[in-house]
């Protein structure tokens, strides 16, 4: 195989157009990813000037075993793969469900597509106070229209359990069209002809679908399980902005913003505990890395399997 | 091709070079363990500078300092003002990022509260403390603009080891509740001053299809702000509730306590209107003014809202009758509210100053808290709102409240504080006795995690 960037110090070219990009990632994503699980062994408070003290294994005590509060944590990790699992299953199958649709050559496809993909390019604080108006229980679409049935809710400020089955709902929502778009980019590589051949051959709509469609989209059934599982972990924005901290909604994701900022409630004063929340990220960021990985070997061991 | 690579590490030169200047200058730091030689606040500053000044939510208040910073820049051409508003509940997580990024100058800090007693073990402190011991905020010792303000003020809610770093600007009150009087006059209700007074009194609204109480719960606190009172009528001393707390003494689930809980539940569930937990904080106010409901439970700080909502609006406002004795119904609880504090390493020292100078002048002070309704940390101002009159038969029965005094023990559930809106239809308990329990159960977590 030839070499195409020339010989002497002209070899070096493609490592110094890859330097810029290692820079940033060195700078953004790897450098304080290393320095969190360093400050997750240490009384750090995030204040600029503050004395830093190595304390061991304390945070992570501290967050796994300590009191009442350690059992609050852990459902709180619970809550997080129960929200990651509910997010992925229904965003994936919806997603694909509408990128089928979307795909046929129907009237207004694009308009409809502008449809789904328009909650993406909304910030996250847009989507909330959405929600906020239309889940409004005085006298909002949503309260109006379960008055018809003789019904009522306080929706995001009542039962936990409802409030977040409402997070649940507006996180899909908001991240549906990014799964439609994948999937819409993966059908359009299809080519038309196995279509036809199956169709020859005398297949079905769901004998298409399950010999031809599904098994070619196999690269966008795994972008998409990967980004929605590994999103929907990490996900906490939404909780800030629906519901706020509340007892038997928080994600470990927003237990760890509101431990490492002293997010107060009103003027009630806390403490900066920046060392205790990455100790609690750490945590986070194994069960991403054992969940990733594992779906990710499942994932490509299929594609193998499938694609070659 | 070597001319190639040439121009790509030139080209990644003059990038490098672009984003160093992009970053952040480089400021001098002070060391507090120093000595700082004492700046006093006195002219403008030679050069045009830019004083940036952080404050919290709260319109009226917001609605004063922008037309204070105008009169400010126009006497001090030199200076000129950028003030950022970010929510009470964000207040501490910006302090810290604008402090980790060397953006701010004057800071709205709340009186200085929540420290750690001999009592309490293993606590943090405060994050008011951890900014002065990794000094962040000025020393204001000696400034002569603290003569304007009381001694217990400037001692209790900016002091720290003898030396004062913040100004605080008010005390308010949480254990009120705003009345319309239009309503209570139409429908013949006596104004509460025991509890069965005020069930009564929700049981007449409700009848004729008014909602009794409003609040604004879709921040979290407003909704339970008012139910203070109803632990201060049942423990008025507050501080020592949190010492029996920790100590032992005092159980939230004793039979002292457990009065206030059943009360708690009729509060939430009888008490408060349906859908109330969706009303933004700052909306709350002009729904009780609008005259939809007949009782607003909630912090004095509301009153300047509720006036520049409805300005024809009658209401008036009472401490909170938890007890069955009037007696007990007697006092207001409270907290300080906002005050200033200057960032140590500004390179706008003599701004700051002469900023917080120019506020505390009796004249802009009076100005301050006629706007915003705040009970006067200066001795010479006058209470001369209407809030101000409806408070002042029972100031003198002012107490610092618990929240002020709380800090939960590490290991403590999150159920470990007496909030109302645990009950249904806002949290998940019906029943007060499971409640308490469960309340005293996570707070006992915390108490021996830390023995």
Redesign the interface.
């Known amino acids: 195989m030839s070499y195409h960037?020339?010989?002497?110090?002209?070899k070096?070219?493609p490592y110094?157009?890859l330097?810029?990009g290692l820079f940033f990632y060195f700078l953004i994503s790897l450098g304080p990813s290393i320095a969190t699980g360093f400050f997750s062994f240490t009384d750090a408070?995030?204040?600029?000037?503050?004395p830093i003290r190595w304390i061991g294994l304390d945070n992570y005590r501290?967050f796994l075993f300590?009191?009442?509060?350690?059992?609050?944590n852990l459902d709180a990790l619970k809550r997080t793969l129960i929200f990651s699992f509910v997010v992925t299953t229904v965003q994936f199958t919806l997603g694909l469900i509408v990128a089928l649709i979307v795909n046929q050559k129907l009237k207004f496809t694009n308009i409809f597509r502008t449809i789904y993909f328009m909650p993406v390019i909304l910030g996250v604080v847009i989507q909330g106070l959405m929600w906020?108006l239309f889940?409004?229980?005085?006298?909002?679409p949503v309260?109006k229209f379960l008055a018809l049935f003789g019904m009522?809710s306080?929706?995001?400020?009542?039962?936990?359990t409802e409030a977040f089955a409402w997070v649940i709902f507006v996180q899909i929502w908001a991240n549906l069209g990014i799964t439609m778009m994948i999937f819409i980019a993966g059908l359009q590589t299809i080519p038309s002809e196995l279509y036809e051949a199956a169709r020859i051959d005398g297949a079905n709509t769901w004998q298409v679908f399950k010999n031809v469609t599904w098994p070619l989209l196999t690269p966008s059934v795994n972008t998409n399980l990967l980004l929605n599982a590994i999103g929907s972990l990490q996900a906490w924005q939404l909780f800030l902005v629906l519901v706020?901290?509340?007892?038997?909604t928080q994600v470990l994701g927003y237990l760890i913003y509101a431990t490492g900022?002293?997010?107060?409630?009103?003027?009630?004063?806390?403490?900066?505990?920046q060392g205790y929340a990455a100790a609690a990220s750490i945590v986070l960021f194994l069960l991403v890395l054992v969940i990733g990985l594992t779906l990710q070997t499942f994932l490509q061991r299929r594609e193998k399997r499938i694609l070659g | 091709m070597s001319k190639k690579v040439f121009l790509l590490i030139s080209l990644m030169v003059i990038f490098a070079t672009i984003l160093a200047a992009c970053g952040t200058p480089a400021t001098p730091t002070a060391d507090s363990s120093q000595p700082q030689s004492p700046t006093v606040a006195g002219e403008q500053p030679a050069k045009k500078v830019t004083l940036r000044v952080l404050v919290h939510q709260n319109p009226p208040m917001v609605e004063f300092m922008e037309a204070f910073n105008k009169q400010f820049q126009d006497r001090y051409p030199n200076i000129t003002v950028d003030m950022s508003v970010v929510n009470a509940n964000d207040l501490s997580t910006v302090s810290q990022t604008r402090f980790s990024a060397n953006d701010i100058d004057v800071l709205d800090i709340f009186g200085f509260a929540n420290g750690a007693q001999p009592y309490m073990k293993q606590v943090d402190p405060p994050n008011w403390q951890q900014l002065i011991e990794a000094g962040l905020l000025m020393d204001l010792t000696g400034q002569d603009f603290l003569q304007y303000y009381d001694t217990p003020t400037i001692n209790d809610a900016g002091s720290y080891n003898g030396k004062v770093y913040a100004v605080n600007l008010g005390r308010v009150i949480y254990s009120g509740i705003y009345y319309n009087k239009a309503l209570f006059e139409q429908y013949n209700v006596k104004v509460p001053t025991t509890w069965p007074e005020l069930v009564a009194a929700c049981e007449t609204f409700k009848g004729a299809g008014i909602p009794c109480m409003t609040a604004g719960g879709k921040d979290g606190w407003p909704i339970f702000v008012g139910a203070y009172g109803l632990i201060g009528s049942i423990y008025p001393d507050q501080e020592a509730l949190v010492e029996g707390l920790w100590t032992g003494k005092i159980k939230w689930n004793d039979e002292k306590s457990l009065e206030m809980w059943r009360k708690m539940q009729v509060y939430a569930r009888d008490m408060m209107e349906e859908g109330a937990s969706g009303i933004a904080g700052d909306a709350a106010p002009g729904r009780f003014a609008s005259g939809a409901v007949a009782m607003f439970p909630g912090g004095s700080w509301y009153a300047p809202a509720i006036e520049a909502a409805q300005p024809d609006f009658d209401w008036g406002y009472i401490p909170f009758p938890g007890s069955d004795n009037p007696e007990d119904n007697k006092y207001w609880f409270g907290k300080y509210d906002q005050g200033w504090a200057i960032a140590n390493n500004t390179l706008n020292k003599e701004a700051a100053l002469l900023y917080l100078k120019e506020f505390s002048e009796p004249a802009n002070y009076q100005a301050f808290v006629d706007a915003v309704g705040f009970i006067p940390t200066q001795p010479t101002a006058k209470l001369n709102t209407k809030i101000g009159a409806e408070i002042a038969p029972y100031l003198a029965n002012f107490r610092v409240g618990y929240e002020q005094y709380w800090v939960a023990p590490k290991g403590a559930g999150q159920y470990a504080n007496p909030w109302a809106s645990y009950f249904k239809p806002f949290g998940t308990f019906d029943d007060p006795v499971e409640l308490a329990n469960k309340v005293q159960e996570d707070l006992q977590a915390g108490l021996d995690a830390v023995k």
């Open positions: 960037f020339g010989r002497g110090w002209s070096l070219t110094l157009l330097l810029p408070t995030g204040i600029k000037g503050a501290e300590m009191g009442r509060a350690s059992l609050d906020s889940l409004y229980p005085l006298g909002g309260a009522r306080e929706f995001l400020g009542g039962q936990p706020g901290y509340r007892n038997g900022f002293g997010q107060t409630s009103g003027s009630v004063t806390t403490s900066f505990r």
